[in-house]
């Protein structure tokens, strides 16, 4: 598809487990973003990779949020030993670089019981 | 500390009349502005911007207009279509962010009534 995917769509987990959120941003873009909803709240920033660089995790909220980016394309976020407050809408946006418009997947909705 | 606001939650509009949609901010830092518009199950779409060295933007049925003094922008659509029924975020970031770490407000869904 031309846009960015994610997986999976819903998350439902126990507190305390792990869970990984899947991004496949759009071919050839060099910039790719987590951002997380919560009930309520706006769009949080949570990391920023582009190209090579070391990733901007300045969002992250706390260390048991992390993230990689292989190869330069797919990414995965990992939240460690998750808890109720983890829930929220984890959306994941790619662009062609610095500066550009930032094309937002459809989101994975996240439920920690 | 929601450094974008959107006040309103909700708005319903006639179709055909115009939509004016608001955003406060209260970081004098924000020069560069965003509204994407978010249709249920799917992510945000970029809409329109505007850079603070700039009062308005148009782009055909939307306008963006930047109060800096009041530290305030709105986005005008007119004239409202059903299409255009969804939740409108405003976004801001400071220099240097450039595009990449965007501050958004809270949303504003918008009905257009037929």
């Known amino acids: 598809g031309a846009g960015v995917s994610q997986s999976p769509s819903n998350k439902v987990t126990e507190k305390g487990k792990d869970v990984e959120l899947r991004c496949d941003p759009i071919s050839g873009h060099t910039a790719l973003y987590w951002y997380r909803q919560s009930l309520g709240q706006g769009l949080e920033f949570l990391i920023y990779f582009q190209g090579n660089s070391a990733p901007d995790k300045s969002g992250l909220p706390s260390d048991r949020f992390s993230a990689e980016r292989t190869g330069g394309s797919v990414s995965t976020l990992t939240i460690q030993r998750t808890q109720q407050e983890d829930s929220a809408v984890y959306l994941c946006?790619?662009?062609?670089?610095?500066?550009?418009?930032?094309?937002f997947g459809p989101g994975t909705r996240l439920l920690v019981l | 500390d929601q450094q974008v606001k959107q006040n309103s939650p909700s708005l319903s509009v006639q179709e055909g009349r115009i939509s004016i949609l608001n955003c406060d901010y209260t970081?004098?830092?924000?020069?560069?502005f965003l509204w994407y518009k978010k249709y249920p199950a799917e992510g945000p779409t970029f809409l329109i911007s505007?850079?603070?060295?700039?009062d308005k933007n148009e782009d055909g049925r939307f306008t963006v207009f930047l109060n800096k003094s009041a530290k305030h922008l709105s986005l005008h659509i007119v004239p409202s279509q059903p299409g255009d029924s969804a939740v409108y975020f405003c976004?801001?970031?400071?220099?240097?962010?450039?595009?990449?770490?965007?501050?958004f407000g809270t949303g504003t869904r918008l009905t257009i009534i037929p």
């Open positions: 976004a801001a970031s400071r220099p240097g962010d450039g595009n990449e770490k965007l501050t």
């Open positions: 505007i850079s603070s060295i700039k």
């Open positions: 946006a790619s662009s062609r670089g610095d500066q550009e418009t930032q094309y």
């Open positions: 970081n004098s830092m924000f020069d560069y």
